[in-house]
Structure formats: structure tokens, C-alpha cells
């Protein structure tokens, strides 16, 4: 079920999303990154899966640009990496992983056609799209595998210069998760749902946690659309602690995505 709020988003400090970029996954999907050992992605499942993702965007009343699928870069289905779009602040990043490095061309001009304005981060510095978590006026910048010290100081001016604040989150040492997404997800107002091992960090002191149990971790990469939140579906606690806490939920079956370190946010870019 999708509230009427759907549509908008009635959360202080939110921004409305009405747009988002989408790329299906290629047929050698299973060639791509990935730290996980759950065996190959079904490819007509990951694409049914994906269909469904979609389906659920446009259903929160987001008009969705979809890019070709790309053989080239196996990862490339996970857009999200490929930019941070902000209402004030437009950039395209600069994978962490090599082979990933041509995915943001087509994101690039994809948006350069709409008119979008866009900055973008340059050697050394290296920035996934996953390690930048939007809390309204203030964004969590993940240092990872991925994103290095370089890219973040890039972003991090960026946005001042665009009137944010932001923060860094150093993940490297913390096991199980690739981006700081993979743990951590913004709610809307103070809230944050996230993993136990970054719920001390003292960027988020002044934020109410929702801790996912250990077993559950995955639920952590969920999506606020407007007044709805995508979850990842078979997480049966969080996903109840979530409606306790008054949230509209969308469940979505992850199973080939995660697979391949993929997760919720990935898949799309929203603005």
C-alpha cells in the first residue's frame, strides 16, 4: 500500500523527490564486484527484481530516467555510486574501483541534458555515491574501501560552498559492510536507522538510532522516498520496529542484488 503522502514529503528538513536515474543489470551481472559468498545472481530474477524496484518509484510519483543496461561494467546497475545529487549541490564522483571508473559518463550526460549543473571529483580523489548518506541539511561522508580521504575533502567543500554541513564516518575498520549506506540509512527528521558497530560514532550523537539486530544487518540500506521507506523484504524485526515507529513501508526482494553488495540505495539515484 502507498499513502496518499506518497507524493510529497511532509518531513521538516525533506526535500521532495521527482526524479530518478535507473539502470537494469547486464547479462554478465555476475561478473561484477563483490565481497559476499551467497553463489551467482539468477539474472531473470535480478531483472524481475529490478522491474519491481522501479515499479515502486513511480509509484511515489518519481519520473524515472532508464539508462541502458552496460555489458562494459558489470556494476553499472548500481547508479547510485556514480553521483550524489543534492537540491543545492550536483556531483558527479570518481569510483573507487577501477573497473568502474566509465560508469559515470552516461550519468554525466544524462543529467548535462536535463540541464543539471554538475560538479566533479577529480584525481586522487575517489568518492562512491554509496558512502554519502543525505540527512536533510547535513551529510555523513563514509571513508572506505572506496571513498578516500581526497574525495571527501572534495565533496566536503562542495557541499559548504553549497550551504551543507557535513561530517565523516570512517568505516574501514568496520567488517561487513562495503559503503556507509550498507549500515546506516536516514529516516527523515533525527532518525537514523542503523548497524549496531557504527551506532557509537560521535557524527551521530545529536540523532535517534534504530539499531538493526545483527542477523537483520542487510535492513540497514533502506530508502526514504518521500513519505514511504523502501526495506529490503524477509526482515521481519526491523521491518515491524519500523512500522512501530509510524513508518509507511514498501518490501522489496533484494535476494541477487545483495548477491552482488548491492543493496536498496543503490539502484537508483534520486532527485
Known amino acids: 500500500m502507498f499513502p496518499s503522502s506518497a507524493l510529497r514529503s511532509s518531513l521538516p528538513?525533506?526535500?521532495?523527490?521527482?526524479?530518478?536515474?535507473?539502470?537494469p543489470p547486464s547479462a554478465n551481472f555476475s561478473e561484477g564486484l563483490t565481497r559476499e559468498d551467497l553463489g551467482p545472481p539468477d539474472f531473470s530474477l535480478a531483472l524481475a527484481q529490478h522491474a519491481q524496484y522501479c515499479a515502486a518509484l513511480e509509484r511515489c510519483g518519481l519520473q524515472l530516467t532508464r539508462l541502458p543496461a552496460d555489458a562494459r561494467h558489470p556494476d553499472a546497475t548500481f547508479v547510485e555510486d556514480t553521483a550524489v545529487l543534492l537540491p543545492r549541490c550536483r556531483v558527479i564522483t570518481r569510483p573507487g574501483a577501477n573497473s568502474r571508473l566509465g560508469e559515470t559518463d552516461a550519468v554525466r550526460e544524462c543529467l548535462s541534458t536535463q540541464g543539471v549543473p554538475l560538479e566533479t571529483i577529480t584525481t586522487p580523489g575517489t568518492v562512491d555515491g554509496g558512502d554519502i548518506c543525505e540527512a536533510g541539511e547535513h551529510v555523513f561522508i563514509g571513508l572506505s574501501a572506496r571513498t578516500n580521504a581526497e574525495g571527501a575533502a572534495q565533496l566536503g567543500t562542495?557541499?559548504?560552498?553549497?550551504?551543507?554541513?557535513?561530517?565523516?564516518?570512517?568505516?574501514?575498520?568496520?567488517?561487513?559492510?562495503?559503503?556507509?549506506?550498507?549500515?546506516?540509512s536516514w529516516l527523515g527528521e533525527r532518525r537514523l536507522l542503523l548497524i549496531d558497530a557504527l551506532a557509537g560514532d560521535p557524527a551521530f550523537a545529536d540523532y535517534e538510532p534504530v539499531l538493526v539486530e545483527s542477523d537483520e544487518a542487510y535492513a540497514a540500506n533502506a530508502v526514504r522516498v518521500n513519505d514511504v521507506v523502501f526495506v529490503a523484504s524477509g526482515y521481519r524485526r526491523t521491518a515491524a520496529r519500523l512500522r512501530e515507529l509510524?513508518?509507511?513501508?514498501?518490501?522489496?526482494?533484494?535476494?541477487?542484488?545483495?548477491?552482488?553488495?548491492?543493496?536498496?540505495?543503490?539502484?537508483?539515484?534520486?532527485?
Do not use: P
Open 158 to 184: 562542495l557541499l559548504q560552498a553549497a550551504g551543507y554541513t557535513s561530517s565523516i564516518v570512517d568505516i574501514r575498520g568496520i567488517d561487513g559492510i562495503l559503503h556507509l549506506k550498507s549500515g546506516l
Open 246 to 271: 509510524g513508518h509507511a513501508l514498501v518490501e522489496l526482494d533484494m535476494s541477487e542484488f545483495r548477491k552482488m553488495d548491492g543493496g536498496l540505495s543503490c539502484l537508483s539515484l534520486r532527485y
Open 13 to 23: 528538513g525533506t526535500h521532495a523527490f521527482r526524479s530518478a536515474i535507473v539502470r
